[in-house]
DNA sequence: GGTGCCTATACATACGTATTCAGCTGCCAT
DNA sequence: ATGGCAGCTGAATACGTATGTATAGGCACC
């Protein structure tokens, strides 16, 4: 393993000066082509690379991008969300059609607010994912923003002043399931949820739920809501209060697929048949829920048009200086469960 | 947003030079201990940050790992592997305590080999996933090895020439798994799963079903052994190719969880039921298998431990020049299915 | 009191690239 | 023939850090 080959290295086969190599590696169209047919050829037979920390050092930029994943501790991560999992794939392709790398990592709450990538020159900017509307964050990204850091969240959006945020369209979401639901005929739709400042997005669950019952003519009841987190004991916590209520219901709308699928086995359990007794519908669109049975209908985010968004929308800010919030179209995926 | 400070400024309101800031911010034992204090003060002040891609030209790495998911395409990825995505948050916490960071990126089996992030300096070693041990890669990896790049793959392992392996003891899953189905007294056991190379774990999970069987007296039967790829639409079709045979059958291990809820589904609608008359196993303990009803008992691989092996194996090599293969163990997690 | 040694710091330089500026060549118009 | 101009290329330099070497001061010892 001998030395690295340089663009003196190359500059010599090739027959040019360094500079010229650096100017044909990167497009300049003040090189003719044959000398840059020259050089690529050169670069090609010493396997050459661009060293990118003297390219950075050189260039004020490192052409990488920051993800970062909240986290209050390893059990409590984004990065066990399977929505933002599923957002991976197509946020590494799309930095990679931009020509960007995407640096992956974590920030704890109880941790010093340690965003150093950018600081630090090792990205350009930074993609913040499981970042609610807390307001433990305010002063972070406040912070971030004063710093002139560059970066995008996915969110709830809303507040402009903290920096570019894209996040789904959870009202219409809501009334789309609703909707379906009501279709079918289900007067009694029960609806599981929280409005927890930590899952902002069902409480615009919930307002797109009410919406569509109004548009029914229908009012929403109290009594056929019930606090509910996203995982499965919890839907199943919220099925059992829902019948110790003791009210009638035909049809439940999960803001979150791991309530739903809790709910739907403690249906089972007392043997309410689905969709026939109980119809169900979630919200995410999980892996497990195309595998639950009967599978469940549910209301899917587009991961891939999610990345695309995030990543553009934060390179827009990096190159461009400033970017828009966007709120990205969800689609109801109909299932067997409703 | 003012231009950065660089070490010499902090330099000069130290009152030191800047060859001392970089000594004292390195921890170099030459510095005395006022000095340091009085840097890393100003270092404070300011809110100094190392340039990584000066630090890193100078120095000749860059402390960063390049983590890279194979890819046929958008739809055939590993990043859609259940498993890979559980390692990522124990990956980037298990980088971060050694100081590094992690760079996550996709290579395709069609495009040219283009592991950049190691040539460029962007990289001071990768972590291969989804690399099986097809023949396709050979050439790669030999290419890789004789660049010098240091890597470390997950695998079945085996082939010490190219590079280190680290992979899960997939024949004592199997065996563990098959032992409990005999210990419940089970006898007639389907094996669900491929041989193909594809999936070279399978088959390391059937030599340990058939070590389990041979050990209880019993000889593997190749009609209960039924071709499977991890889906549920392969599993209810490898159910059904099974009930086709005519063949009695009391317990299924399958060699995936995806192959089991298929199969659990099949079970579901012929009126089979779990355990009482068919005892399932699964492999892999997805999200999915708790959900799943019943819970599915299935051999679990430890994430944590998958992750931390992978990311200390990587920097030994780095670091110190060369690594160990390892063959992590496995643990059956009792659910109900079984 | 000079020599030698040790500690703490400063000086100078190298890392590899991108860019500014200047220079060279040849061509066209005057 | 000469001035100007365009099209390429080369020389010099800056980016910010880390490190090898040199230096200044302090102390012990003979």
Redesign the pocket.
Known sequence: MQ??????D??ALA????????????G?????????ARVLAAAEQLN????K???G????HSRTLALLFFEEGPDESALLNPFYLSMLGPMVRCCAAHGYDLLISTQQLSSDWHVDYEDSRKADGIVLLGYGDYLEYRPRLEKLVGQGTHFVRWGAGGDSELGATIGSDNEQGGFDATQHLLASGRRAIAFLGTASSAFPEFLDRWRGYCRALRAAGLVPDEALRVDAEPSEASGRAALGQLIARGIAFDAIFAASDMTAIGAMHGLEKIGRRIPEDVAVVGFDDISAARLASPPLTTVTQDPRGAAQALVEALIEAVEAGSTRSRRLPVRLTVRESA
């Not at 030395?3 to 003196?8: D, G, H, M, V």
């Not at 027959?15 to 990167?26: D, K, N």
């Open positions: 030395r690295r080959p340089t663009s003196f190359l500059a027959g040019v000066s360094q500079p010229t190599v650096s100017r044909a590696l990167s300049n169209p003040s090189v003719s082509a044959e000398t840059r050459y690379k661009v060293d920390n003297a390219s050092l050189r260039r004020k």
